[in-house]
């Protein structure tokens, strides 16, 4: 199996995710340089890993944003990819 480019970006998963349940909470990321709480700007956010052929892998994932500085990361991720792309729901998600 050929390895992923490290080539990303992100996915909108709204409503992949509603689809396919929902996940456990954690502890909201605290910005470092602020000390304060991050706000999560977009739930259901997704990395999609490229590879040459084409998209490879989606992984779950949150945007948070710095409501001071504006810094924003996204966290979250989950011990496996949520879609690969022999499965026939990734397309769902990649379209
Ligand atoms: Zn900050």
């Not at 706000?39 to 052929?53: C, F, K, Q, W």
């Not at 990361?73 to 499965?87: K, T």
């Amino acid at each position: 199996m050929p390895c992923p480019k490290d080539t990303r970006r992100l996915v909108d998963l709204g409503e992949y995710m509603t689809k396919q349940g929902g996940k456990t909470m954690y502890h909201r990321p605290v910005c470092v340089k602020c000390g304060v709480e991050m706000r999560p700007e977009r739930n259901g956010v997704g990395i999609l890993d490229m590879a040459d052929y084409g998209p490879y892998q989606i992984w779950d994932a949150d945007k948070y944003k710095c409501p001071e500085c504006g810094y924003e990361i996204v966290v979250g991720f989950g011990c496996n990819a949520i879609a690969e792309h022999y499965q026939g729901h990734f397309s769902m998600a990649v379209e």
